[in-house]
T-cell receptor
Framework: KNEVEQSPQNLTAQEGEFITINCSYSVGISALHWLQQHPGGGIVSLFMLSSGKKKHGRLIATINIQEKHSSLHITASHPRDSAVYICAAIIQGAQKLVFGQGTRLTINP | SAVISQKPSRDICQRGTSLTIQCQVDSQVTMMFWYRQQPGQSLTLIATANQGSEATYESGFVIDKFPISRPNLTFSTLTVSNMSPEDSSIYLC???????????FGPGTRLTVT
């Protein structure tokens, strides 16, 4: 079993829909990143969380440390949101990232 | 923030040869990592590049196959040695803030081995 599990693996939705991607982890962490990877390979960190909730534009990320669970939400989704979203946890004491399997999101116009 | 460049951006190589990938960061950083992303997969950590000492390799990766150098705090190289088609992947360099945990990725090197 992976230390970081993501769901769903694939998600297709219509433009405007509310999107939720989930991430669960089984180890102690220092922080958790939500990463976005567009076709062509470039990866950017959308959020880094150690507690609570963060919002940037239409994107919202939450984390519940007690339940070892994080979610990424996209409101009013748009075709340009189509990408792979990856949850990555910084393992406590290890100073390195462990990655979820990724969620391939496709938003159709 | 940190801006990372990688060279080459892509290459097609013959099996049995070696390729060295360069990673340059625009600021001094402590934590530098090399990842592999096989087709359709998520990222896998190859090793942590340590300045002035041997890299720390993850299970399944060995120095003979993936030698890493890090001569200073802004530069590192990863060599993929004696390549086989199974080494066809995207290789990414990344840095992390030691206290902030902020994470930055290079654009990746897309390697195809024929």
């Amino acid at each position: 079993k992976n230390e970081v599990e993501q769901s769903p693996q694939n998600l297709t939705a219509q433009e405007g829909e509310f999107i939720t991607i989930n991430c669960s982890y089984s180890v102690g962490i220092s922080a958790l990143h939500w990463l976005q990877q567009h076709p062509g390979g470039g990866i950017v960190s959308l959020f880094m969380l150690s507690s609570g909730k963060k919002k940037h534009g239409r994107l919202i990320a939450t984390i519940n440390i007690q339940e070892k669970h994080s979610s990424l939400h996209i409101t009013a989704s748009h075709p340009r949101d189509s990408a792979v979203y990856i949850c990555a946890a910084i393992i406590q004491g290890a100073q390195k990232l462990v990655f979820g399997q990724g969620t391939r999101l496709t938003i159709n116009p | 923030s940190a801006v990372i460049s990688q060279k080459p951006s892509r290459d097609i190589c013959q099996r049995g040869t070696s390729l060295t990938i360069q990673c340059q960061v625009d600021s001094q950083v402590t934590m530098m990592f090399w990842y592999r992303q096989q087709p359709g997969q998520s990222l896998t950590l190859i090793a942590t590049a340590n300045q002035g000492s041997e890299a720390t390799y993850e299970s399944g990766f060995v120095i003979d196959k993936f030698p890493i150098s890090r001569p200073n705090l802004t530069f590192s190289t990863l060599t993929v040695s004696n390549m086989s088609p199974e080494d066809s992947s995207i290789y990414l360099c990344s840095v992390m803030g030691l206290l902030t945990y902020e994470q930055y990725f290079g654009p990746g090197t897309r390697l195809t081995v024929t």
